[in-house]
């Protein structure tokens, strides 16, 4: 099994406690990529897979079996791979940490990131098409709390419209962190007001979280 690590991050947010862990795997891995180009994209939400999909672009993907896919902050458990790789997943966890087989991602998305989202809609894609897409077993040992600002929950609330989150599943995204407020609200102007254009997994995405939430009050109802 041939493992590619990509590890994003702007030089001055890179850890050498990051790359350390990834080269102290009880299961090897056969390549390691630091990605530190600035995207010249407007907002975070496009830079990230915009930065990705310029890396990936200089990389034979289809020599590799997985990617795991790592924030530059992110420092991992010497058997964060050995336990992830548990059972052949398609993907496997998102965001900071994620864990992807090369094969699906080749097959299902041109071993390209969509456009607004890396993890969200690759792991939507993943599913709709019958993909092993599972939570991390292991998780990262430590990892930076961002605190991300107005315009990236203004950019998200609208991303989430577009790749077919449910109001219900909007509304339960809030949280003690003030900011949250002004996703939500970006997501319902969205909805109610701009209507973009929807990603293609929206109709997947929007079907899985009704049924989600319908099976979530069943189980509160039987408690009465």
Not at 87 to 105: C, E, Q, T, Y
Not at 170 to 189: E, H, K, M, T
Request: aromatic share 12%; proline share 4%.
């Amino acid at each position: 099994m041939k493992i590619l690590c990509v590890i994003l991050g702007l030089p001055q947010d890179l850890k050498y406690q990051t790359i350390q862990s990834v080269m102290n795997q009880t299961v090897p891995v056969d390549m390691i990529v630091l990605l530190t180009k600035k995207s010249s994209k407007p907002t975070l939400v496009e830079r990230i897979p915009d930065a990705l999909n310029e890396g990936y672009s200089h990389i034979k993907l289809e020599d590799f079996d997985y990617i795991l896919r790592l924030d530059g902050d992110t420092i991992l458990k010497e058997t964060f791979l050995e336990r992830n790789l548990d059972g052949k997943p398609d993907s496997r966890g998102s965001g900071r940490a994620h864990l992807i087989k090369v094969k699906p991602f080749l097959e299902l998305m041109n071993g390209k990131y969509y456009a607004l989202a890396d993890d969200s809609y690759l792991n939507a894609k993943f599913k709709e098409h019958g993909k092993k897409v599972e939570s991390l077993v292991e998780e990262p040992l430590s990892y930076a709390k961002h605190p991300f600002d107005v315009k990236y929950n203004v950019d998200r609330g609208k991303v989430n419209y577009i790749l077919g989150w449910t109001p219900v599943h909007i509304a339960q995204s809030l949280s003690w962190d003030w900011n949250r407020i002004f996703l939500v609200g970006s997501y319902f102007i969205s909805w109610l007001l701009l209507r973009p254009k929807r990603a293609d997994v929206a109709k997947f995405v929007e079907y899985y979280q009704i049924r989600s939430e319908i099976s979530h009050l069943t189980r509160l109802l039987k408690r009465f």
